[in-house]
């Protein structure tokens, strides 16, 4: 249902000449704020033209700095504000072909129509960025470690922590984790820029970038590169340089 309901919004919206939630500003994460127009509320799984304070409300704006949950990551949380009118966002997803940003009216009302401030809670964007690069660096670490059959085969990217799932024959050794462990660290302390880059899938391809399991792409994909150390096809947030990671260490692994 909440696919069907986002699709008919984007339908709406795109014939009216908006692109809904277009995601700016992840290519290096740049951009945590930006001044929007509100182009649809849902409330209760019905679309209404205002909310007042203490209504919970999924909000689709014409642009948005907010990454929504895909590939691991987990949405983007922050504040919509307009004058006294303040809206917390706890969680940002994309179950169609627009970007849903939920939350609780704080204080104040919302109007469809209205422009808007939209700010990413910076702190917790930065941890998850943190994170996620961690991940492209375990993985390619995984594969020099153990082999090149080991795949993701899923993931979690959250501010405070990362799960990386592998395909592989046994169980690691603890000799192995902390070969792996020290590989990654290794390339943090390199400071390898962030590459980034768009490019047609098939040529990607053959450029060595790395698809992952359960992924859908399109005819264009976004290449991100560390050095010569890992090169894959990811559309999330990610640091300027692998240098801003600071450290990784491996807690727990089973």
């Known amino acids: 249902a909440l696919n069907d309901r986002a699709n008919r919004l984007a339908g709406y919206l795109q014939a009216a000449g908006v692109r809904p939630g277009l995601l700016v500003g992840v290519a290096l994460d740049r951009s945590l704020d930006l001044i929007v127009s509100l182009v649809a509320i849902l409330k209760a799984g019905a679309e209404v033209n205002s909310a007042a304070a203490g209504d919970e409300v999924q909000v689709v704006l014409d642009r948005t700095p907010f990454y929504a949950e895909s590939g691991g990551q987990v949405g983007d949380i922050g504040v919509l504000t307009n004058g006294g009118a303040r809206l917390r966002v706890t969680d940002t997803r994309k179950p169609g072909d627009a970007h849903l940003h939920i939350g609780q009216v704080e204080s104040g009302r919302f109007n469809v129509g209205d422009v808007v401030t939209a700010t990413v809670d910076a702190a917790t964007r930065q ?91 399109g005819d264009e994909v976004r290449v991100l590169r560390f050095g010569d150390f890992s090169t894959e096809l990811c559309g999330g947030t990610h640091v300027a340089r692998t240098g801003d990671i600071g450290l990784f260490r491996i807690t727990y692994e089973g």
Do not use: C, W
């Open 127 to 217: 941890a998850t960025v943190l994170n996620h690069s961690a991940t492209h660096l375990l993985h390619a670490s995984l594969r020099q470690v153990l082999g090149t059959h080991v795949l993701q085969k899923g993931s979690l990217v959250a501010p405070d922590r990362l799960r990386f799932d592998f395909s592989h024959t046994q169980p690691v050794s603890q000799r192995e984790l902390e070969t792996i462990e020290r590989l990654v660290n290794a390339e943090i302390r390199k400071n390898s820029a962030a590459d980034i880059r768009h490019l047609p899938y098939d040529a990607a391809i053959k450029s060595g970038a790395m698809a992952l399991f359960g992924e859908k792409y």
